[in-house]
């Protein structure tokens, strides 16, 4: 007789990897989870980071979005944004392509941490790593013996 999956059992070694309904429901736990997964820091002071995404004022007083890897070489027609739409997807990318490491983390300076776009960002990211881990524990269960009835 076999032992039949349930989905208690999947949130348990879901919660155990950080990314059960109990982070899932604690948006601050659910971003921190996210950002040590990559090895991502996030900061809003204006020291050397690895990619930057910061507020400008154009000459004629509009707030513009700049997303760079380089300050000093930015690029109007790639780097700056006038919209904001763009620039969760922007994030979410460059924190899932970054290169950080264990004790050598990938630094994003945003100049607004709680802005819409990088909470869209790190829910994003959560899901993605959620359903990522959801297919793992399914599978390690089938390993073990327990199968979905």
């Excluded at 604690?26 to 820091?41: F, G, K, S, W």
């Excluded at 944004?81 to 392509?97: F, G, H, P, V």
């Excluded at 802005?115 to 073990?144: H, I, P």
Aim: aromatic letters at 14%; hydrophobic letters at 35%.
């Amino acid at each position: 007789m076999s032992k039949e999956i349930t989905d208690e059992q999947i949130n348990e070694r879901l919660e155990k990897l950080g990314f059960g309904d109990k982070q899932a429901s604690n948006e601050e736990v659910a971003r921190q989870n996210v950002l040590d997964y990559y090895h991502v820091v996030l900061h809003d002071d204006f020291k050397d980071s690895d990619f930057h995404m910061y507020e400008e004022t154009t000459a004629d007083g509009y707030e513009v979005w700049v997303v760079t890897h380089d300050m000093d070489r930015v690029n109007v027609s790639e780097n700056v944004y006038y919209y904001d739409s763009d620039l969760a997807k922007e994030l979410a990318e460059n924190i899932k392509w970054s290169n950080g490491g264990e004790g050598y983390p990938h630094t994003i300076l945003v100049s607004d941490l709680y802005c819409g776009f990088v909470e869209e960002a790190m829910e994003s990211l959560f899901v993605e790593l959620s359903e990522k881990f959801y297919d793992e524990v399914v599978a390690q269960l089938e390993d073990e013996g327990y199968e979905y009835k």
